[in-house]
């Protein structure tokens, strides 16, 4: 699994796009050469190069299963010491090894993202059901959002965990409401009751957004409305501007 910090990201980020190079690169020779041998795969040693390379950076960030080839460049043939049909062979299996490595690249990269995507759905489908009332306080709206966490069967101090992640920004201490570890991500409750205070929530966030921005990779905002935002995709739009964040208005 890919660690999870922007740099890392953005590192894997590069490698796929230098691998589906060499894919498209490959695909376009072999669409020239229409199936012929002859010397036409002369090319299959540097693509090997090329390959490996990016195989043993990529190793700095995921884990590689045994299931991928590795090529010792140093040993491999001199291509004029080839046949037609060693060449084609190696070049076929650096293309294929290729295809398999994009699309481990592909799949952890997508991890944060899709994991992201996966607690807003849950948490905007039920979290609403939780309450029978109106709450009084945010401690109430974070309490059953615990509730959901656990009858979801996520275990505090592994899944997920309250009120840890203690940091210090700009003199000031600063303690989550809840946090993923796996994604290092934060999550902070809000409670919205009364018009006149969405722009004092709205100051809050954008507060929150500077500080745990340098501690965490997403923040996800969980905002439960009782009846002040009017429109949802705006409120929603010019939070998450700011970068990784996340807002889920929960509407009572």
Do not use: W
Request: contains cysteine; proline residues 2%; aromatic residues 10%.
């Amino acid at each position: 699994m890919i660690k999870n910090t922007k740099e890392d990201r953005k590192a894997l980020k590069i490698l796929i796009q230098q691998a589906k190079g060499i894919e498209k690169t490959m695909e376009q020779i072999s669409n020239n050469i229409g199936g012929k041998i002859g010397f036409n795969y002369s090319s299959c040693n540097d693509f090997a190069r090329h390959y490996q390379n990016i195989v043993e950076e990529s190793k700095k960030y995921i884990h590689l299963p045994g299931i991928y080839n590795s090529y010792d460049t140093s040993k491999l043939k001199n291509v004029y010491d080839m046949t037609g049909i060693e060449q084609m062979t190696l070049f076929q299996s650096v293309l294929t090894s290729v295809r398999l490595l994009i699309a481990t690249l592909e799949e952890n990269y997508d991890y944060v993202e899709d994991e992201l995507n996966s607690l807003e759905n849950f948490i905007s489908s039920k979290m609403r059901l939780m309450f029978t009332s109106i709450p009084n306080d945010e401690k109430e709206v974070q309490d059953n959002l615990e509730r959901l966490f656990i009858g979801n069967n996520m275990n505090k101090g592994v899944d997920y965990d309250r009120e840890t992640g203690k940091f210090n920004f700009s003199g000031r201490e600063y303690i989550p409401d809840f946090i993923i570890p796996n994604l290092k991500c934060c999550l902070e409750v809000k409670l919205l009751k009364e018009k006149n205070k969405k722009s004092k929530i709205i100051e809050e966030i954008n507060a929150d957004i500077t500080a745990y921005s340098k501690a965490y990779n997403e923040i996800v905002f969980i905002i439960y409305d009782i009846g002040v935002i009017n429109d949802v995709i705006e409120f929603k739009r010019d939070i998450e501007s700011s970068g990784n964040i996340k807002v889920i208005v929960i509407k009572h």
